[in-house]
């Protein structure tokens, strides 16, 4: 497996072609009122990509900047794994359809025998074009939920619900080991796919606490990749690579 210093020089690349930074659209995780479907790895083997291999198409209105942006993103989930991202062909019977429509970043969970949507709005220069939220989108269309719904989530975080904005305590569902599968990792505050502090919240105030002390800003960065995320990735597509 390659080191993560290409890794941390991807990030870097990043964020340099994302500034300066047009005003930031808004976090899914971070609103209240954009409602988000369910999000670590699904256990269903029939929701994994086949082959490893994820077809996709851009949607129409998609600049060069943009795509250029966005597979750069696909090609570092590849350099440390055996997943492939694709260009779908016009006859290919599924493929992730990769659309630019306003509102937020938001990529559904895992393969579907169909069409994936999977939405990355907003110009090179906006919210979502970070290399860290991309890899957090194109995780999700890889089949992995947020971390703070693991089953064990309990051991490491406390879900504060009075803070959560009504009608929105089910995105912290707590999902069973017959639904997700941790493929032997351990818990990471740092993984791309946990959410930040104030996910959903109806205050200023946190709705998930950390039962250890972590620097402030680890629980939901979107920087760049731990090895927990590789190694889950890997475990996920039987890579052999960690």
């Known amino acids: 497996m390659r080191t993560f210093l290409s890794l941390a020089l991807l990030s870097v690349l990043g964020a340099s072609l994302a500034l300066p930074v047009d005003p930031p659209m808004e976090d899914p995780e971070l609103n209240p009122l954009l409602r988000v479907s369910q999000r670590n790895g699904v256990r269903d083997s029939d929701r994994r990509w086949p082959n490893a291999t994820v077809y996709f198409k851009f949607g129409k209105g998609f600049g060069n900047d943009r795509k250029t942006f966005i597979k750069g993103a696909m090609k570092s989930l590849e350099d440390v794994s055996c997943v492939r991202f694709l260009e779908a062909c016009d006859d290919q019977p599924y493929f992730v359809n990769i659309t630019g429509s306003s509102g937020i970043c938001n990529c559904s969970i895992g393969f579907e025998k169909g069409i994936t949507s999977c939405n990355i709005p907003g110009t090179i220069t906006s919210?979502?074009?970070?290399?860290g939220r991309i890899q957090h989108e194109l995780f999700h269309v890889l089949g992995f939920y947020h971390?703070?719904?693991?089953?064990?989530?309990?051991?490491?975080?406390?879900?504060?619900?009075?803070n959560i904005h009504p009608g929105l305590k089910n995105s912290f569902t707590k999902f069973s080991k017959d639904l997700v599968d941790d493929f032997g990792v351990e818990y990471d505050y740092g993984s791309i796919m946990h959410s930040p502090p104030s996910a959903y919240a109806k205050n200023s105030k946190d709705t998930i606490v950390p039962l250890q002390k972590i620097p402030k800003g680890l629980m939901g960065q979107r920087e760049v990749l731990q090895q927990s995320d590789i190694i889950k990735l890997n475990r996920m597509y039987n890579c052999g690579m960690d």
């Not at 919210?127 to 290399?131: G, H, I, M, N, V």
């Not at 971390?147 to 009075?162: A, F, K, P, T």
């Open 127 to 131: 919210y979502c074009y970070t290399l």
């Open 147 to 162: 971390l703070q719904q693991s089953y064990n989530r309990d051991d490491y975080v406390r879900i504060v619900y009075e």
